[in-house]
């Protein structure tokens, strides 16, 4: 007997939001895999739907499937009837081309047994930037002052009140601040594609 009063939620109650499975749209999310039926245009074996079901950790509806290939994380949505044993991939053409092609080759690389490069969206430092934007902005949240802040991100550096004011290390904490709240107000989404150089 179901003790969520009979209700379909769209995520599970009973799972925190951290460990809650989330899938991202194909618009908002370019490592999203999109494959539908296709020509079998080489002899030999292709990838099946079924194959991809064989991996499939999570499904949400029929058509979203969450993929563990080889120790690695893909969200696959199947578009169109699939019929027929071969799959084409789908590339929408559009700004995100690059980052869909880059997870594409990624997708296929874990699919064929091949190493898998890693994902060039979430690098060592644009996750550690990311942190340290978030406690930045905690911590103007709490009403500390940008040194105070300062002082615990980067306890490594002098920033007395004689140097403070031309300090480079406080224009970088008033860039965090203002980049986390940025992060905040829906700017996470960035966090999906590969960092674009600012022109």
Known sequence: MLSNGGYVFAA????TGRAQ??????QTD???????SGPALSEGSHLTVDDLR?????????????LN?????FDVSLSGSMEGDSLAAVIPLDEMTPDRLTALARFWSAATGRAVPADPRMTPQRLQRAR???????????????RAIARFLFPQYENDATSWVG???????????RDGMKLVH????????RPRRER
């Open 186 to 193: 829906g700017g996470y989404r960035a966090l999906l594609r």
């Open 54 to 66: 064989a991996h499939a950790v999570r499904d949400r509806e029929a058509a979203l499937l969450r």
């Open 12 to 15: 599970d109650p009973r799972i």
């Open 132 to 146: 340290q934007m978030l406690r930045a902005v905690d911590a103007r949240e709490t009403g500390a002052t940008y």
């Open 69 to 73: 290939l080889h120790g690695e994380r």
């Open 167 to 177: 300090s480079a290390i406080r224009e970088t904490t008033i860039r965090l601040a």
């Open 30 to 36: 370019p490592a999203a895999i999109i494959l539908q």
């Open 21 to 26: 499975p989330i899938f991202w749209t194909l």
